[in-house]
Nanobody, 123 residues
């Protein structure tokens, strides 16, 4: 049974930093790409960043240069380091397991999701 559990969310002031973690189990972690998505109140879930099984990364323009995705295959965990946070980054952040080893940017390519962690950035 695939499980994804996010942690690390919270309340931070604009300009601050947070590191989200997504601990996984139930599948061969090193063989799959992983992604992070965000969903603000009243908005659709949107792509933030993804990492392939080999460590390649891709970012949405809105977070490029501020967020960094990484993975630890031994700990079976994917991370999202967020810096220079803005109030518009406020959302629930979800990690997801891709259906293949590659970078994917569309929701339909992810079949397993965590429960989400709230990030609130105050101005």
């Amino acid at each position: 049974q695939v499980q994804l559990v996010e942690s690390g969310g919270g309340l931070v002031q604009a300009g601050g930093s947070l590191r989200l973690s997504c601990a996984t189990s139930g599948f061969t972690f090193s063989s799959y790409g992983m992604g992070w998505f965000s969903q603000a109140p009243g908005k659709e879930r949107e792509f933030i960043t993804a990492i392939s099984s080999s460590g390649g990364t891709f970012y949405a323009d809105s977070v490029k240069g501020r967020f960094t995705i990484s993975r630890d295959n031994v700990k079976r965990t994917v991370y999202l380091q967020m810096t220079s946070l803005k109030p518009e980054d406020t959302a629930v952040y979800y990690c997801a397991k891709s259906n293949d080893p590659y970078i994917q940017t569309t929701i339909s390519r992810y079949h397993s999701w965590g429960q989400g962690t709230q990030v609130t950035v105050s101005s």
